[in-house]
């Protein structure tokens, strides 16, 4: 069974440039998460979908990031305008009603 | 008060001995609750979930829950150096269905 597949791996931009991640989930898994992950802390959720819904997004900064999760598949995180602080690693997860998560390799986000 | 705290360490274990990782947690609803593993460079990986009270074991790994004391540990049996790694705890809180991560306490297996 293939897992969460994410991409890009690794991105550099300037700040005030915008930049995407995607996310393709785990066949049958109708939950799916993006986490922010700093260095030395715990992934910090950013949010979560039922499907297509968004059920938990209170994390989000939505004057920058933005998500969308069209037909309850894969998913996009966006960030525009990005700013320095926005280095981190961004990680998509999916998961069953069980509420086990299984997370995809990440995305490496660096803001010059 | 953080929602999951957890010793950030480094905890450093002779290679055979029990590892023991300590979690606690304020939110008194919570149900669920979760170890994951996290090597250098790469993604969290669930070792163990437990939801009632008690001991829940799965090969070297046992997990224990006491919800009066708002705590679970992770007890690793004949630790091994490829242990050595981050494990996270993460509570799936009574509202909404939010899960909260802690902060991790690293792990490190002494030969």
């Known amino acids: 069974e293939a897992g969460v597949v994410q991409s890009p791996r690794y991105k550099i931009i300037e700040k005030k440039q915008p930049v995407a991640f995607w996310c393709n989930p785990i066949?049958?898994?109708?939950?799916l998460y993006w986490y922010r992950q700093n260095l030395g802390q715990g992934p910090e959720l950013l949010i979560r979908?039922?499907?297509?819904?968004?059920?938990?997004d209170s994390q989000l900064p939505k004057d920058r990031f933005s998500a969308e999760r069209l037909k309850g598949v894969d998913s996009t995180l966006k960030i525009q305008p990005a700013e320095l602080g926005d280095s981190a690693v961004y990680l998509c997860?999916?998961?069953?009603?069980?509420?086990?998560?299984?997370f995809g390799p990440g995305t490496r986000l660096t803001v010059l | 008060q953080k929602e999951v705290e957890q010793n950030s360490g480094p905890l450093s274990v002779p290679e055979g001995a029990i590892a023991s990782l300590n979690c606690t947690y304020s939110?008194?609803?919570?149900?669920?609750f979760f170890w994951y593993r996290q090597y250098s460079g790469k993604s969290p990986e669930l070792i163990m979930f437990?939801?009632?009270?008690g001991d829940k074991e799965d090969g070297r790994f046992t997990a224990q829950l006491n919800k009066a004391s708002q705590y679970v540990s992770l007890l690793i049996r004949d630790s091994q150096p490829s242990d050595s790694a981050t494990y996270l705890c993460?509570?799936?809180?009574?509202?909404?269905?939010?899960?909260?991560f802690g902060s991790g306490t690293r792990l490190s297996i002494r030969p």
């Open positions: 997860a999916t998961g069953t009603v069980y509420n086990e998560q299984f």
């Open positions: 066949s049958g898994h109708n939950t």
């Open positions: 979908y039922e499907n297509e819904e968004a059920v938990d």
């Open positions: 939110d008194r609803g919570s149900q669920s």
């Open positions: 437990i939801y009632s009270n």
């Open positions: 993460a509570v799936e809180g009574s509202s909404a269905s939010k899960i909260i």
